[in-house]
């Protein structure tokens, strides 16, 4: 049964830092990519950062240098470091993976996180 589990999200106030983590499992090898992924109210689901199996990552220009992402393929673990937290950023977070290439993809439950 493949799936994702999200966990860390919370309320932290303007400036300060949470680190949100997401196990997959459910398949034997290190997932081809993993993602993370933000939806606020009233607005369309985006990508915040991803990383792919072989360590390469992206991230949306609005979480540049403040959002650090990373994984453990050991443990097909992907974690999300958020420092300097804007209001702005706050939103239910989403943990996003494709197992291989050419799989589906799977999402996560989602955790809220709050920033006052």
């Known amino acids: 049964h493949v799936q994702l589990v999200e966990s860390g999200g919370g309320s932290v106030q303007a400036g300060g830092s949470l680190r949100l983590s997401c196990v997959a499992s459910g398949y034997p090898m290190p997932w081809y990519d993993m993602s993370w992924y933000r939806q606020a109210p009233g607005k369309e689901r985006e990508l915040v950062a991803g990383i792919d199996s072989s360590g390469s990552t992206r991230y949306a220009d609005s979480v540049k240098r403040r959002f650090s992402i990373s994984r453990d393929n050991a443990k097909n673990t992907v974690d999300l470091q958020m420092n300097s937290l804007k209001p702005e950023d706050a939103a239910m977070y989403y943990c996003?993976?494709?197992?291989?290439?050419?799989?589906?993809?799977?999402w996560g439950q989602g955790t809220q996180v709050t920033v006052s």
């Open positions: 996003w993976g494709r197992p291989w290439r050419t799989s589906p993809a799977y």
